[in-house]
């Protein structure tokens, strides 16, 4: 069973459109986060989401909207897509905020091609 | 975060014993070392971490510094599947990871 998974794995659309990934873990964690990883190869944090409550936004534009339904799911979409959201994105899943050293699991990651 | 200094890129030959060092002069008390690897075209994965004492699972070793300011993986038996980049990264407590540049390992056969 895939502990962290992604859909879509390839997105390809036009500029202006609108897209959501969605992120499922069935780790039972509390706390996920999205990343993005850019054409430079740099992952970086985008947003961490403890039991379903926003914790951390990295001054990400608000075209990009997490949405979490429940534990289990933390969902990206973003509006007017634009050329520079072209990169790959990371769920990530980990225990909780509690622990001190908690493993993170990534999820398979999600191209996406902005046209 | 504390920030870490790792090599661009190493090689080793197959079935060797692989060392990858990381620098992390500024670490603080209750900064735990992590270790990441991102393998090509995959999400990175957690590899090793320890806080002082020198640590092993089943994927590797890590040996940290007595005054902690550097670290070492090691991987005893390189194959051609730990080809991969390699992330030192501090953590303090369960804050977001902070990945680097990293160090892209090739494993020659």
């Known amino acids: 069973d895939t502990a962290v998974s992604q859909t879509p794995k390839y997105l390809v659309t036009q500029m202006g459109n609108d897209k959501s990934i969605k992120c499922e873990q069935n780790l039972g964690h509390d706390t996920m986060y999205w990343y993005k990883q850019d054409s430079k190869k740099f992952l970086k944090i985008m947003f961490s989401y403890n039991n379903k409550e926003l914790i951390i936004n990295e001054t990400v534009p608000n075209r990009f909207s997490p949405k979490s339904p429940d534990k289990a799911h933390l969902n990206l979409h973003i509006n007017s897509l634009e050329l520079g959201d072209s990169a790959v994105y990371f769920c990530?899943?980990?225990?909780?905020?509690?622990?001190?050293?908690?493993?993170?699991?990534f999820g398979p990651g999600t191209r996406l091609t902005v046209l | 975060d504390a920030k870490t200094t790792q090599p661009n890129s190493m090689e080793s030959n197959e079935e060797e014993p692989v060392h990858l060092p990381c620098n992390h002069s500024t670490i603080s008390g209750t900064d735990y070392i992590h270790w990441y690897r991102q393998l090509p075209s995959q999400g990175p994965e957690y590899v090793i971490h320890?806080?002082?004492s020198n640590v092993n699972n089943r994927m590797a070793s890590l040996a940290i510094a007595e005054d902690r300011k550097s670290s070492t993986l090691i991987l005893h038996r390189a194959t051609l599947r730990d080809a991969a980049v390699y992330y030192c990264i501090l953590r303090r407590g369960n804050t977001p990871l902070v990945f680097g540049k990293g160090t892209r390992l090739s494993v020659i056969a």
């Open positions: 990530a899943s980990s225990r909780n905020l509690a622990g001190k050293a908690d493993t993170q699991y």
């Open positions: 320890g806080l002082t």
